[in-house]
Structures are given as C-alpha cells and as structure tokens.
C-alpha cells in the first residue's frame, strides 16, 4: 500500500488552478453559472484532483514516476470545493521484461461517502 494522500478541495485551489492551467471554464468559477448546471454548482477541475494521484505517486516514487510514469483512469464524479478526498494506491503486481522491472498500481481517488471519483492503474518502472 502506499501511503495515502487526504486533500480537502478549496475554490481557492480551483481558481490558482484555472489560472494555472488556462482553464476558466465557468463551471469551475461562476457560481450562478455552475448552479444552472446538472451538478447544480461549481466543480472542481477533473485534472486538479486527477494531479493529487500524481502528488502520492511522486512521493512513493520519486525519480522513476517523473522519468516515465503513467496512467490509465476514469473520471467517475465530480469534486466539488468544500469535500474531502482521499487518493489510495496499492501495488497490483510486479512484472520484468528484458531486466526492467515494472509496477501496476490500483490507484482510487474517494469522497468522505465512499464515493469513486477517479478509478484506474499507475504503471511505472522500478529499475
């Protein structure tokens, strides 16, 4: 397992990351736009949340997630500003191939109600 990552999202983070990103879709900034919406209010950018993966896999793999990482997932909800969600990973199996070993990693991003938002697989080499 690796270590799990607990983030509480803030429209503050949103808008640095519209900023950021070049992003100012106004379902992610404008309240009265976002609340005539499916969602009913502001949601949070989908690669805001998806970045905090990134943030657990960088810190259990330092080098070798930079180098050459990378990810399968599915967006399965919105995060809206204000929740709490908790990014957990765990090593599925270990593989080798022509010497490199490589990792598959089940990687989940939760909502404080269990709900899924973010479910798939990290890949990255360990040598």
């Known amino acids: 397992m690796l270590d799990s990552i607990n983030r509480t999202v ?3 983070q949103v808008e640095a990351y519209a900023d950021a990103a070049g992003d100012h879709n ?3 900034l404008d309240a009265a736009f976002a609340a005539k919406t499916p969602f009913g209010k502001r949601i949070a950018h989908g690669m805001l949340t998806l970045a905090m993966v990134s943030e657990m896999l960088t810190s259990a793999y330092p080098n ?3 180098s050459g990482g990378h ?3 599915r967006f399965r909800a919105p995060v809206f500003p204000g929740e709490t969600i908790h990014v957990t ?3 599925k199996k270990v593989t080798e191939s022509d010497g490199v070993r490589s990792a598959e990693i089940t990687i989940g991003v939760k909502k404080d109600d269990g ?9 990255v080499q360990l040598d």
């Open 71 to 73: 990810l399968k997932v």
């Open 10 to 12: 803030t429209q503050a």
């Open 115 to 123: 709900e899924d938002v973010i479910t798939g697989q990290a890949f």
């Open 64 to 66: 070798n997630w930079a």
């Open 89 to 91: 990973g765990e090593v």
């Open 26 to 28: 106004p379902i992610h």
